[in-house]
């Protein structure tokens, strides 16, 4: 594949964001090169969260990548919550007039991006060394990168950045020009993926006095289960049969019965953050994602953030190369943090209900429960769970 010296949009990061803003774009027969660090493995090797919002659902068709996720993805119409030993139903489907949410792994509709970018073609270089992007804030931004010991520049008329949160171009702007909010939790999560059916036909969020379980899916056959644990555990000392223990200690005696346990794909453990830049615009570069924004994993927010940026970002560049307008790019950043702060609310509130604080002593534990037992019982608090659990409108509010 020959890449180019010259594009309109130059993307730096093969992430789901970057992946699915170069697909829609090159829909929209605007060019476009993405830059990426790490191989196409190391990329899908990556496990991270897998239920999807109908908006993303949608911009997935949109972008023509959608088959697979309709055949093999599972359409889930609610999920369980747990304190004090019992489950409860979030009913989505009915509390939200007819809204579900699709389990389909990332790393699934990563693959599916990467096979339509290989099918069309499209340029993609892996083990791109040392990116650099320059003069953003002037007409003619460039990137430079590093592969197989040369230096290459790209021209392009705008960057985007799609590059994570250790990415480089956030890192690439002047302090004075961004503002970062942040906050780190007290706590990690421990994953385990195994090739086991999984506990439940739908997901079981639990709040124990062990701390926070989450019991998760990526098909009928694949289990995905969370832990809380203390951020100075070693991912080492996490046997299977330790993490298996202590995720029958935080179930009930139905899922303790109905648990099938067997040797992990992949065990891992990471922190929760929730972080937010602002803006999102400087100059021809634009963030889009975690380059721009995290948020704790509770209510898998994720990636569904990073989707509506992404199309928020394509229908911008397309408005500015179809009909002349930069009223998509003016109004770009504003746009999305009104939607991301929306979501970062919820999964801060959502993790703050659900885990055990280690400083915060008895009398939390009994406000969570008073708290649960409220909204759980109460037919406007589950329906505000749902409606934020399902994704709210992209028009929502305007
Ligand atoms: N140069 C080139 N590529 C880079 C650089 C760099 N300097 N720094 C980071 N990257 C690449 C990373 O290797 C990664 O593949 O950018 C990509 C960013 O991908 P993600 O971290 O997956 O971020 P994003 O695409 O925004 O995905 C958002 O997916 O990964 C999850 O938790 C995330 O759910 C969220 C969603
Ligand atoms: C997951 O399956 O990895 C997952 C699901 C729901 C969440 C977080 C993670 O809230």
Not at 2 to 17: D, F, H, N
Not at 24 to 50: C, P, S
Not at 116 to 140: M, S
Not at 309 to 327: G, Q, R, W
Request: glycine letters at 10%; hydrophobic letters at 35%; aromatic letters at 10%.
């Amino acid at each position: 594949m020959t890449i180019p010296s010259r594009t309109q949009v130059a993307i730096v990061g093969a992430g789901p964001s970057g992946l699915l803003l170069g697909q829609l774009l090159y829909k929209a027969g605007i060019d476009n090169v993405i830059l990426e660090r790490q191989t196409g493995d190391y990329v899908l090797g990556r496990i991270r969260a897998g239920i999807l919002e109908q908006v993303c659902i949608d911009l997935l068709d949109e972008a023509g990548v959608g088959a697979r996720m309709h055949a093999e993805g599972l359409v889930h119409g609610g999920f369980e919550m747990m304190w004090a030993g019992q489950r409860h139903r979030i009913d989505l489907h009915g509390l939200t007039g007819g809204k579900n949410v699709m389990v389909y792994g990332q790393t699934e509709l990563t693959r599916d991006l990467m096979n339509a970018r290989q099918a069309a073609g499209l340029p993609i270089v892996y083990e791109a060394h040392n990116v650099t992007v320059r003069d953003f804030d002037g007409k003619t931004p460039q990137v430079s990168y590093e592969k197989d010991g040369r230096t290459h520049q790209l021209d392009c008329d705008f960057i985007a950045g799609c590059d994570g949160f250790h990415g480089v171009c956030r890192a690439s702007v002047p302090r004075k020009s961004i503002t970062e909010y942040e906050k780190v939790y007290p706590f990690g999560w421990l994953g385990l993926l195994s090739d086991t059916p999984p506990v439940s036909d739908e997901l079981i969020y639990i709040n124990s006095p062990r701390g926070f379980g989450l019991c998760s899916q990526r098909s009928r056959t694949r289990s995905r289960y969370y832990l809380q644990v203390p951020l100075t555990d070693n991912i080492e000392a996490w046997t299977d049969e330790a993490f298996w223990q202590e995720l029958r200690l935080r179930l009930d005696d139905t899922g303790r019965r109905q648990l099938v346990t067997g040797p992990s794909l992949e065990k891992s453990i990471a922190p929760l953050r929730s972080f937010v830049a602002e803006p999102m615009r400087f100059g021809r570069m634009f963030l889009a994602g975690d380059a721009g924004h995290i948020v704790p994993p509770t209510g898998a927010k994720g990636l569904n953030l990073a989707a509506t940026d992404v199309k928020y970002l394509s229908n911008a560049f397309i408005e500015y190369y179809k009909d002349k307008s930069e009223a998509g790019l003016d109004t770009y950043s504003a746009r999305c943090l009104r939607r991301i702060w929306k979501a970062e609310r919820f999964s801060w509130w959502f993790t703050s209900l659900m885990h055990r604080f280690p400083d915060d002593g008895p009398i939390a534990a009994k406000f969570q429960e008073a708290e649960l037992d409220y909204l759980l019982h109460s037919e406007s608090g589950a329906r505000t769970i749902a409606e934020n659990y399902v994704g709210l409108p992209l028009d929502f509010g305007e």
